[in-house]
């Protein structure tokens, strides 16, 4: 079974400019998480969606961060325009049970430095 | 306000003894608590699930306790070998509105000496 799938692994960008990463979850998996990672800490969850709609956004910030979810199937998160405290790893994971409940698989990440 | 601790200093341990990584919690009533491990440049994998009314889960070498009372998970790694060395990451279940989410804690760096 091909796990979660992310890209870019690595993103440099200045402040202000605009960055978007992509994540495609595992087959059939209708949970979809997007995490932030900031160096020594543990994953912070950003987002939640449930198929194509959203559970959980109460830590997005939704100023400078969006995030959709197209067909219940693949992500993309953007962040417009990036800070420079925005730089950390961006986490994707999917899990099968709906409601958020039970394990979550995750992808790579995506490296982000902000300069 | 609500907090979850692992130990922030690393844990150096011999090859063969066991590891225990522990998880303490305050103003958290969770559901259940899973821990992961991380190795660098690498999102977390899941090891185990404990619920609340489980007082203690095993997995091959791995084990896991849950005490509610206390408000504190105990993660061992028994026969530690080198190939375990890497971030372990305790995860709560907290009701976030609609569903349950994990709340993770920093992580405990496990270094196991050959």
């Known amino acids: 079974e091909a796990g979660v799938a992310q890209s870019p692994r690595y993103k440099i960008i200045e402040k202000r400019q605009s960055v978007a990463f992509w994540c495609n979850p595992i087959?059939?998996?209708?949970?979809l998480y997007w995490y932030q990672q900031i160096l020594g800490q543990g994953p912070k969850l950003l987002i939640q969606?449930?198929?194509?709609?959203?559970?959980?956004d109460s830590q997005l910030p939704k100023d400078r961060f969006s995030a959709e979810r197209l067909k219940g199937v693949d992500s993309t998160l953007k962040i417009q325009p990036a800070k420079l405290e925005d730089s950390a790893v961006y986490l994707c994971?999917?899990?099968?049970?709906?409601?958020?409940?039970?394990?979550?698989?995750f992808g790579p990440g995506t490296r982000l430095t902000v300069t | 306000s609500q907090k979850i601790e692992q130990n922030s200093e690393a844990l150096n341990i011999q090859e063969g003894k066991t590891a225990t990584l522990t998880c303490n919690y305050t103003n958290y009533s969770p559901a259940y608590l899973q821990w992961y491990r991380q190795d660098p440049g690498r999102g977390p994998v899941f090891l185990l699930l404990i619920r609340e009314n489980e007082k203690e889960k095993r997995k091959e070498r791995l084990k896991v306790t849950f005490d509610t009372t206390l408000k504190q998970s105990l993660f061992h790694i028994t026969a530690s070998q080198p190939a375990d060395s890497a971030t372990y990451l305790c995860?709560?279940?907290?009701?976030?509105?609609?569903?349950?989410?994990?709340?993770f804690g920093t992580g405990t760096l496990l270094a196991v000496q050959p």
């Open positions: 994971a999917s899990s099968p049970i709906a409601g958020g409940g039970g394990e979550q698989y």
């Open positions: 995860a709560l279940a907290a009701y976030g509105g609609a569903t349950n989410k994990l709340i």
């Open positions: 969606f449930q198929n194509n709609g959203v559970v959980d």
């Open positions: 087959s059939g998996h209708a949970t």
